[in-house]
């Protein structure tokens, strides 16, 4: 098939397979990581060996290769070997290799041709990722490329240079041992301080040049301060790079520079772009408050324990623990290389444990459904552990807590009722918490040292509230009933793991009267009733029907929310459904007596009733109610 010939002739030449790296864009942006260039030229200067570069995402292996093929272009003898000097480096994809060859026979005829027209146009192929490349792009096959390759590269005819992660090349190792003899490994470290800085002065005028701003030297070290706090576990500079190219885009709108034509208006001048810029975009970029990620920034103790008071009723103990340990973790002064912090919530069904882990979430991350939560239930076999750490396999695929910590920078994960997960979990979470870290069976390895663990249980609290507490005593009784039991359930060596156990309080009568006046409040700041500036009210017979419906020995006040809604929303709903028009007056929920339904009113109450108004109640009144 001659046609089918000059396709597969045209697809092996060498300015189709891929991008030559010295004409790219990218070229021109210089790492100052000079020896390692060296290094990599010597190593093709000759060699019967292929130089495969080795080191961990984003320490700049890429970059290395393509400072190299920049020299070889510019004939720069004191980087590159003067037998490499006009020759060229091109990166090349597996769906570029592939191309036109629709048969096995095609791609071993492309294969063989584009050998040959490296080989006459001295050209030399960049790999990435080499053991994802060698399997032919899918992560659980062997491929055919290794065979394919191995001739050509042993007799010389094709020279090529590999990047590969340390778990990459055992990988090859283990599925091409004789390819893996055909490679020389070249180590690529961290980049230092001073490299990283020196990458992203380099990475400057690029920027410079596509944001209307004025980079400081300042900017670049708060970027690099910030991607090491946030992400402890990647590598620099890459990581500084990332977020520094993320923070621009989101500062300028990911408005590039405008060229003026005439007549327009002329580009915005570029703007100074210092610390306190990079760090409002950073944590625009991650949702992360203030006070968390600015040293400067106060994280006062009265402000951090009144907005958990605010959601959290009758658990101050708890409240005090927490606000000293988000002093820690905003003082950098918590152990390194295990969480931020490991708490175990125990106490009954409804007084507030996961309540407890959504605040937190909404505090130190901005937003609570990103808190990451376990039900462990749905873990209580062994063939379910896998699950738990989470699958990236071909064809078994399941979102874990590997997923889930690669996900945030600042992961905020809730194991709730942790107690009923399998035994052999425990040895999961004995390294998560030990050890900072976990990797699952693909070779991902999350880091979990930016994390904060919250585990819920329900030991020794039987799931019910007995009656309220009369006494300080009656705490004491049932706080050394929940630690006995939690200490005969858990294993002493991931008890020692915990930062800290809460045995958590029974609601009294006035923190359920509380709790409804907060449900209430979040009904009354739905959208129906403000957009239509309507006001809620309830009577005192009312409201104490909402703690009667909304309360149980059983459950806590759990089924709160929906009391309120069954109470209050729906008589409410039924008002406004017949009163379309309804605006601007206050609604009263009374309770009718002959039928002793909750009923909407509207008018003034007397000042003997008790009311609550947009959800605000006055504490000293709560009492009061029976």
Same mark, same amino acid.
């Given at each position: 098939?001659?046609?089918?010939?000059?396709?597969?002739?045209?697809?092996?030449?060498?300015?189709?397979? %891929?991008?030559?790296?010295?004409?790219?864009?990218?070229?021109?942006?210089?790492?100052? @990581?000079?020896?390692?260039?060296?290094?990599?030229g010597c190593a093709l200067d000759g060699g019967r060996l292929h130089p495969v570069l080795v080191g961990e995402d984003g320490v700049g292996k890429a970059a290395i290769v393509k400072?190299?093929?920049?020299?070889?272009?510019?004939?720069?003898?004191?980087?590159?070997?003067?037998?490499?000097?006009?020759?060229?480096?091109?990166?090349?994809?597996?769906?570029?290799?592939?191309?036109?060859?629709?048969?096995?026979?095609?791609?071993?005829?492309?294969?063989?041709?584009?050998?040959?027209?490296?080989?006459?146009?001295?050209?030399?192929?960049?790999?990435?990722?080499?053991?994802?490349?060698?399997?032919?792009?899918? =992560?659980?096959?062997?491929? +055919?490329?290794?065979?394919?390759?191995?001739?050509?590269?042993?007799?010389?005819?094709?020279?090529?240079v590999g990047t590969a992660t340390p778990n990459g090349l055992m990988t090859i190792a283990r599925r091409n041992p004789v390819f893996l003899r055909l490679l020389t490994p070249l180590?690529?470290?961290?980049?230092?301080?001073?490299?990283?800085?020196?990458?992203?002065?380099?990475?400057?005028?690029?920027? /410079?040049?596509?944001?209307?701003?004025?980079?400081?030297a300042g900017a670049m070290e708060e970027g690099m301060d910030l991607a090491d706090r946030l992400y402890p576990w990647k590598r620099f500079p890459g990581k500084a790079v990332e977020?520094?190219?993320? $923070? #621009?885009?989101?500062?300028?709108?990911?408005? %590039?520079?405008?060229?003026?034509?005439?007549?327009?208006?002329?580009?915005?001048?570029?703007?100074?772009?210092?610390?306190?810029?990079? $760090?409002?975009?950073?944590?625009?970029?991650?949702?992360?408050? %203030?006070?968390?990620?600015?040293?400067?920034?106060?994280?006062?103790?009265?402000?951090?324990?009144?907005?958990?008071?605010?959601?959290?009723?009758?658990?101050?103990?708890?409240?005090?623990?927490?606000?000293?340990?988000?002093?820690?973790?905003?003082?950098?002064?918590?152990?390194?290389?295990?969480?931020? !912090?490991?708490?175990?919530?125990?106490?009954?069904?409804?007084?507030?444990?996961?309540?407890?882990?959504?605040?937190?979430?909404?505090?130190?991350?901005?937003?609570?459904?990103?808190?990451?939560?376990?039900?462990?239930? +749905?873990?209580?076999?062994?063939?379910?552990?896998?699950?738990?750490? !989470?699958?990236?396999? &071909?064809?078994?695929?399941?979102?874990?807590?590997?997923? $889930?910590?690669?996900?945030?920078?600042?992961?905020?994960?809730?194991?709730? +009722?942790?107690?009923?997960?399998?035994?052999?979990?425990?040895?999961?979470?004995?390294?998560?918490?030990?050890? !900072?870290? #976990?990797?699952?069976?693909?070779?991902?390895?999350?880091?979990?040292?930016?994390?904060?663990?919250?585990?819920?249980?329900?030991?020794?609290?039987?799931?019910?509230?007995?009656?309220? &507490?009369?006494?300080? =005593?009656?705490?004491?009784?049932?706080?050394?009933?929940?630690?006995?039991?939690?200490?005969?359930?858990?294993?002493?060596?991931?008890?020692?793991?915990?930062?800290?156990?809460?045995?958590?309080?029974?609601?009294?009568?006035?923190?359920?009267?509380?709790?409804?006046?907060?449900?209430? !409040?979040?009904?009354?700041? @739905?959208?129906?009733?403000?957009? @239509? =500036?309507?006001?809620?009210?309830?009577?005192?017979?009312?409201?104490?029907?909402?703690? @009667?419906?909304?309360? =149980?020995?059983?459950?806590?006040?759990?089924?709160? /929310?929906?009391?309120?809604?069954?109470?209050?929303?729906?008589?409410?709903?039924?008002?406004?459904?017949?009163?379309?028009?309804?605006?601007?007056?206050?609604?009263?929920?009374?309770?009718?007596?002959?039928?002793?339904?909750?009923?909407?009113?509207?008018?003034?109450?007397?000042?003997?009733?008790?009311?609550?108004?947009? %959800?605000?109640?006055?504490?000293?009144?709560?009492?009061?109610?029976?």
């Amino acid at each position: 098939m001659p046609e089918r010939d000059d396709i597969l002739e045209s697809a092996a030449r060498v300015e189709n397979i %891929g991008v030559d790296l010295a004409s790219a864009e990218e070229a021109v942006e210089l790492y100052p @990581r000079p020896a390692l260039v060296e290094e990599l030229g010597c190593a093709l200067d000759g060699g019967r060996l292929h130089p495969v570069l080795v080191g961990e995402d984003g320490v700049g292996k890429a970059a290395i290769v393509k400072m190299l093929a920049r020299a070889m272009a510019a004939k720069d003898a004191s980087i590159a070997p003067r037998s490499l000097h006009g020759g060229r480096i091109i990166q090349v994809t597996v769906s570029e290799l592939y191309s036109g060859a629709l048969y096995a026979n095609q791609i071993e005829h492309k294969v063989a041709r584009i050998a040959k027209n490296c080989e006459k146009e001295r050209a030399i192929l960049l790999l990435e990722d080499l053991p994802l490349f060698l399997s032919g792009g899918s =992560s659980d096959s062997e491929g +055919e490329l290794p065979e394919l390759l191995t001739p050509f590269l042993r007799r010389g005819d094709l020279r090529i240079v590999g990047t590969a992660t340390p778990n990459g090349l055992m990988t090859i190792a283990r599925r091409n041992p004789v390819f893996l003899r055909l490679l020389t490994p070249l180590t690529v470290p961290e980049t230092t301080p001073q490299e990283t800085v020196s990458v992203l002065g380099a990475r400057s005028p690029d920027w /410079e040049r596509r944001y209307p701003v004025r980079l400081t030297a300042g900017a670049m070290e708060e970027g690099m301060d910030l991607a090491d706090r946030l992400y402890p576990w990647k590598r620099f500079p890459g990581k500084a790079v990332e977020l520094l190219e993320a $923070a #621009l885009s989101l500062s300028t709108g990911g408005r %590039g520079r405008r060229i003026a034509l005439p007549g327009a208006q002329p580009p915005p001048l570029p703007r100074r772009t210092d610390r306190a810029e990079v $760090a409002e975009a950073v944590q625009k970029l991650t949702g992360l408050p %203030g006070f968390l990620l600015v040293p400067s920034a106060p994280a006062p103790r009265q402000l951090l324990a009144a907005h958990l008071r605010n959601r959290v009723l009758g658990q101050d103990h708890v409240i005090d623990a927490i606000v000293e340990r988000i002093q820690m973790i905003k003082a950098r002064l918590c152990a390194p290389g295990r969480p931020l !912090g490991a708490f175990l919530f125990a106490g009954p069904t409804g007084v507030g444990k996961t309540l407890v882990a959504r605040t937190i979430a909404g505090l130190l991350i901005g937003d609570e459904r990103r808190l990451i939560r376990f039900d462990m239930s +749905e873990f209580c076999t062994i063939d379910t552990v896998s699950r738990f750490v !989470g699958e990236n396999l &071909p064809r078994r695929r399941t979102y874990g807590l590997v997923d $889930a910590a690669l996900a945030e920078p600042f992961p905020i994960v809730l194991l709730d +009722e942790v107690e009923k997960a399998h035994r052999a979990v425990f040895d999961v979470l004995l390294q998560v918490l030990g050890e !900072g870290r #976990l990797t699952d069976e693909s070779g991902r390895t999350a880091h979990f040292t930016n994390a904060l663990i919250l585990m819920t249980s329900n030991l020794g609290s039987n799931g019910r509230v007995i009656g309220h &507490p009369r006494s300080s =005593s009656d705490y004491e009784y049932r706080e050394a009933r929940v630690r006995e039991a939690i200490r005969q359930h858990f294993r002493p060596e991931f008890l020692n793991r915990i930062t800290a156990i809460f045995a958590f309080r029974p609601l009294g009568q006035r923190d359920i009267v509380d709790v409804a006046q907060r449900e209430v !409040g979040q009904l009354a700041g @739905r959208q129906g009733l403000v957009t @239509r =500036s309507l006001r809620l009210s309830l009577t005192r017979a009312a409201l104490e029907a909402v703690v @009667r419906e909304g309360h =149980s020995r059983e459950f806590g006040a759990r089924p709160m /929310e929906r009391a309120v809604d069954a109470l209050v929303g729906t008589p409410v709903a039924q008002y406004l459904a017949e009163r379309p028009l309804e605006r601007n007056r206050t609604l009263i929920v009374d309770v009718d007596a002959p039928t002793g339904r909750t009923v909407v009113r509207t008018g003034e109450l007397p000042p003997s009733f008790r009311r609550v108004i947009g %959800g605000e109640a006055r504490t000293k009144e709560a009492g009061s109610v029976r």
